[in-house]
C-alpha cells in the first residue's frame, strides 16, 4: 500500500515569504494530486500532475516520479492562501482508488 | 453546473438510527466516492463506484452501505449508526474510473454526529 506522507504538518508563514509543503510517497505511480481545503472545509482540486511542474497564478507544483516525490510551493503568500493542503497519490499504479496525505496546515499572517 | 450536491450538510443522530447522505453529480462522471474526515487522520475512503451498477469497498466499508442505480447518484447508507461513525463525509467524482488520472471535484461535506 503507498504511504503518502506530508510536510511539515503545520506551517506558519508572514505574508509574503516563499512557502514549500512536501508529499512523499512509497510505491511507484504515475500522478498524484494536490488539494486545498479551506477553513469553511470545502475541498478544491488544485493540480493533478504526473511530470514536471505545473504553475496556476503564485501556486506551482512539481513531482519527481522516479525520487516518489512531490511539492506544493507559494509565492509570495497571502492571508487568504491560509488552508490545509493535502496530496492524495494511487495506493498502487493503475488503482481505482486514492491514499491521502494527512495534510499540512498553513497560516499566513499579515 | 451544479458540480457536486451533497446532502444534507449537519445531521445528529441517535446510536442506532439510519440515515442516507445524498450525493448527485451533473458532470455525467463515471468515478463517484465517498470518504471520511476524522481529526489528525486523511480523508479514508469508504466505497467508491466505477459506473451505474457498479460499487466496491474501500479502506474502511464497515457500517457502511451504497448503491448506484444511476450515472448521477451514489447515495451512502448508515445502517446503524454508532459513535464511531461522527465523522465529516465528503463525496468526490472524477471523469475517469481512474482518480488519478482526472481533476476530483468534491462535495461541501456533511458533518455528522452520533450521540
Known amino acids: 500500500k503507498n504511504e503518502v506522507e506530508q510536510s511539515p504538518q503545520n506551517l506558519t508563514a508572514q505574508e509574503g515569504e516563499f512557502i514549500t509543503i512536501n508529499c512523499s510517497y512509497s510505491?511507484?505511480?504515475?500522478?498524484l494530486h494536490w488539494l486545498q481545503q479551506h477553513p469553511g472545509g470545502g475541498i478544491v482540486s488544485l493540480f493533478m500532475?504526473?511530470?514536471g511542474k505545473k504553475k496556476h497564478g503564485r501556486l506551482i507544483a512539481t513531482i519527481n516520479i522516479q525520487e516518489k516525490h512531490s511539492s506544493l510551493h507559494i509565492t509570495a503568500s497571502h492571508p487568504r492562501d491560509s488552508a490545509v493542503y493535502i496530496c492524495?497519490?494511487?495506493?498502487?499504479?493503475?488503482?481505482?482508488?486514492?491514499?491521502f496525505g494527512k495534510g499540512t496546515k498553513l497560516t499566513v499572517n499579515p | 453546473n451544479a458540480g457536486v450536491t451533497q446532502t444534507p450538510k449537519f445531521q445528529v443522530l441517535k446510536t442506532g438510527q439510519s440515515m442516507t447522505l445524498q450525493c448527485a453529480q451533473d458532470m455525467n462522471h463515471e468515478y463517484m466516492s465517498w470518504y471520511r474526515q476524522d481529526p489528525g487522520m486523511g480523508l479514508r475512503l469508504i466505497h467508491y463506484s466505477v459506473g451505474a451498477g457498479i460499487t466496491d469497498q474501500g479502506e474502511v466499508p464497515n457500517g457502511y452501505n451504497v448503491s448506484r442505480s444511476t450515472t448521477e447518484d451514489f447515495p451512502l447508507r448508515l445502517l446503524s449508526a454508532a459513535p464511531s461513525q461522527t465523522s465529516v463525509y465528503f463525496c468526490a467524482s472524477s471523469y475517469s474510473r481512474y482518480p488519478n488520472t482526472g481533476e476530483l471535484f468534491f462535495g461541501e461535506g456533511s458533518r455528522l454526529t452520533v450521540l
Open positions: 492524495a497519490a494511487p495506493p498502487q499504479g493503475g488503482s481505482e482508488k486514492l491514499v
Open positions: 500532475l504526473s511530470s
Open positions: 510505491v511507484g505511480i504515475s500522478a
